[in-house]
């Protein structure tokens, strides 16, 4: 059966020999000597390499089954996932504030590099849901984040991918979708999309759709 091995050396000599994070002036940064650094991704490549990459075989042969209503994911995904939830590692590079470990996303990136490593199809769910939450994080009001981020960012709540539609393809200049505002701030939404990544599953209590979507008077193509 193939394996993987997180490939710590090499991460740890850009970090320090080539970046050389803990000399850096960058506010966090100071704090990330290779050992510490080292104790992070040692627990994450375990985690990777332990319960992620076995997960491949498994969700190749079996992926996700549509029963009594529902879609249920390959067998170990609920407990894998519920492993990562538990470590926290979803939100490592979020804000405390929310629940995150505030950790600059330089190491977000290298943990999120074992992740995707050993199972792809796996870390969709987590990482569209960080995607999500980083959206509401740079541009949604404060009632939202109040709302949405905390249960997102402990993956209580899970993200999707809504962005092409039939006729579009990669070019999401293309898009039909609108969003029309309503007078109480929210939107009405009208489209269609397609491969709505993370769009179903059994693996949170709710799953939240952020909509790509063009409004009203902005410009054409992929700026509006």
Not at 27 to 43: C, N, Q, V
Not at 80 to 97: H, T, V
């Amino acid at each position: 059966m193939p394996s993987y091995s997180a490939p710590i050396k090499d991460q740890q000599f850009i970090l320090h020999e080539v970046l050389r994070l803990s000399q850096s002036n960058i506010p966090g940064y100071s704090d990330l000597d290779p050992a510490f650094t080292k104790a992070i991704l040692d627990e994450s490549g375990k985690l990777a390499s332990a319960v992620m990459a076995p997960l491949n075989a498994v969700g190749d042969r079996d992926g996700c089954t549509w029963d009594a209503g529902k879609v249920r994911t390959p067998a170990g995904f609920k407990q894998a996932f519920e492993e990562l939830k538990s470590g926290g590692w979803a939100g490592i590079d979020m804000p405390e504030q929310y629940g995150g470990q505030s950790m600059p996303s330089v190491i977000g990136s290298a943990v999120t590099e074992h992740f995707m490593a050993a199972n792809q199809a796996f870390s969709m769910y987590h990482g569209l849901t960080h995607g999500a939450a980083s959206t509401i994080l740079a541009h949604g009001t404060e009632a939202q984040k109040d709302l949405f981020l905390p249960k997102m960012i402990a993956c209580d709540w899970t993200g999707t991918m809504n962005l092409t539609e039939p006729h579009c393809g990669t070019d999401l200049g293309l898009m039909r979708t609108k969003a029309i505002a309503n007078a109480d701030g929210s939107y009405a939404v009208t489209g269609q999309k397609i491969f709505i990544s993370a769009g179903e599953h059994d693996l949170a209590e709710n799953i939240i759709h952020l909509v790509l979507a063009k409004i009203p008077g902005g410009p054409e193509g992929i700026k509006g």
